[in-house]
């Protein structure tokens, strides 16, 4: 009678096990999926804002809302091999014109016409460049925070929208600096 029982609980228990998994996939894998991704910092071109090893959680769900803003901090995938994941600070916009000289950044766009100096007080590590760039439709240009150590929009080009995967919303590891929106700068137009 006691091996019986056994059984019964046995055969319950396991079926409750399952029940719990499925429910469990359920609920996390259309979050996984369609709403928000993990993402670990691999190198320096984010530095002083991210550094390397960093777990940070991307937000895939805003940029079918709305359109990624200017100082958005975004994973997109690398125009020249979609397999690699890239994390940068959106510089231009769309149908905009980015100049680079020196380390002074000027956009120029409608509400701009004369250019838009950008305030950029994150970016510690300078770099030297003289870029002329001008924006399709559905492109974005983007650079690493840490200019003199960043492969970015400077060296290979635009991203178009369809590459990117989403804003950066939550920074988990360190412990010490978990925070929300982290990197968030925006600016005064």
Do not use: C
Request: glycine share 6%.
């Amino acid at each position: 009678m006691e091996n019986e029982k056994s059984k019964k609980f046995d055969k319950e228990s396991f079926w409750e096990l399952v029940r719990f998994a499925v429910i469990a996939m359920a609920i996390v894998i259309p979050i996984r999926m369609f709403i928000a991704q993990p993402f670990i910092v691999d190198g320096s071109s984010m530095f002083p804002t991210f550094e390397n090893g960093q777990y940070l959680i991307v937000d895939e769900i805003s940029y079918r809302l709305e359109n990624p803003q200017r100082d958005d901090v975004i994973v997109f995938r690398y125009p020249n091999d979609p397999s690699k994941f890239f994390i940068k600070r959106i510089i231009g916009l769309p149908n905009e014109t980015v100049d680079i000289k020196g380390n002074t950044v000027i956009v120029t766009n409608k509400n701009h016409p004369e250019g838009l100096i950008l305030n950029q007080s994150f970016v510690e590590n300078v770099s030297d460049n003289n870029t002329h760039f001008e924006l399709k439709n559905d492109e974005y240009f983007v650079m690493g925070d840490n200019r003199s150590a960043s492969s970015d929009s400077r060296y290979w080009g635009a991203v178009p929208k369809k590459l990117l995967i989403g804003k950066v919303f939550l920074r988990l590891f360190p412990i010490n600096k978990i925070g929300i929106l982290p990197g968030n700068y925006k600016q005064v137009e």
